[in-house]
């Protein structure tokens, strides 16, 4: 077995991620923007790893921002969560669970930090659907097609502007 072929280990442990679920409503419809992730291109939530002195949800606004531009409002209340494995080159694999944040998009800033590493689109949530990886993820963007209401349970809002706090 050559190098290029040898199969990557598997980190045992399981590491926490939070995702931002951005969001709007376009002619009664819930539509979900998704990035491209830096590594392969596939399509994604926004994400990252917790952050020192932030809770979830502002971690994933923080994310949101630095990776789409975001600005909103998040959401306290988790929609839920999934798993995948994030591989990682010359280093061990990861398994993840994400908790995933909804954040109503108010504006999409033209500039933001890897503007020049991502992609990002407008997918209705049933579309978004099919184009994700993850099966978890699948079946919540299916959720959220079919009880849009969802999106807005908790009612506890906090603004999502990171990039006039740095």
Same mark, same amino acid.
């Given at each position: 077995m050559?190098?290029?072929?040898?199969?990557? #280990? +598997?980190?045992?442990?399981?590491f926490e991620q939070?995702? #931002?679920?951005?969001?709007?409503?376009?002619?009664? +419809? =819930?539509?979900?923007?998704? =990035?491209?992730?830096?590594?392969?291109g596939r399509w994604i939530l926004p994400k990252g790893w917790p952050m020192k002195g932030l809770p979830p949800q502002d971690a994933a606004c923080r994310e949101a921002w /630095?990776? #789409?531009g975001v600005e909103g409002a998040v959401d306290a209340q988790s929609l839920g969560r999934y798993s995948y494995t994030?591989?990682? /080159?010359? @280093?061990?694999?990861? @398994?993840?669970? =994400?908790?995933? *944040?909804p954040l109503r998009v108010a504006?999409?800033? *033209?500039? *933001?930090?890897?503007k020049m590493q991502r992609r990002r689109k407008w997918f209705l949530a049933r579309e978004a659907a099919k184009i994700v990886d993850e099966p978890d993820l699948r079946k919540l963007l299916h959720r959220v097609d079919e009880e849009p209401a969802m999106l807005d349970q908790s009612g506890a809002k906090m603004a999502c502007n990171p990039q006039k706090s740095e």
């Amino acid at each position: 077995m050559t190098p290029a072929t040898k199969p990557t #280990a +598997q980190d045992d442990r399981t590491f926490e991620q939070y995702a #931002a679920l951005c969001w709007r409503m376009h002619r009664g +419809q =819930v539509e979900v923007l998704l =990035v491209t992730s830096r590594d392969t291109g596939r399509w994604i939530l926004p994400k990252g790893w917790p952050m020192k002195g932030l809770p979830p949800q502002d971690a994933a606004c923080r994310e949101a921002w /630095e990776e #789409a531009g975001v600005e909103g409002a998040v959401d306290a209340q988790s929609l839920g969560r999934y798993s995948y494995t994030k591989v990682r /080159e010359r @280093k061990s694999n990861r @398994k993840c669970v =994400v908790d995933v *944040f909804p954040l109503r998009v108010a504006r999409l800033a *033209f500039l *933001f930090p890897e503007k020049m590493q991502r992609r990002r689109k407008w997918f209705l949530a049933r579309e978004a659907a099919k184009i994700v990886d993850e099966p978890d993820l699948r079946k919540l963007l299916h959720r959220v097609d079919e009880e849009p209401a969802m999106l807005d349970q908790s009612g506890a809002k906090m603004a999502c502007n990171p990039q006039k706090s740095e």
